[in-house]
């Protein structure tokens, strides 16, 4: 019986648990802001690439 209750009010994994969780939140939310900001720099990319290409045909 002091076994059981020894593994019951044992909280030592408690902490590791509690990171663990914490880090995920922070993977996830990261992840989001990666593909969040994936169509701005899609963006960006397109406008620069076209002002290239016609600062090209104009130099030709």
Known sequence: MTILRNFWNDEQGQDLIEYT????FVALASAALFIGA????????KVTNSQLAAANTSAS
């Open 21 to 24: 969780l914490l880090m995920a």
């Open 38 to 45: 994936g169509g701005s720099i899609n963006g960006i990319w």
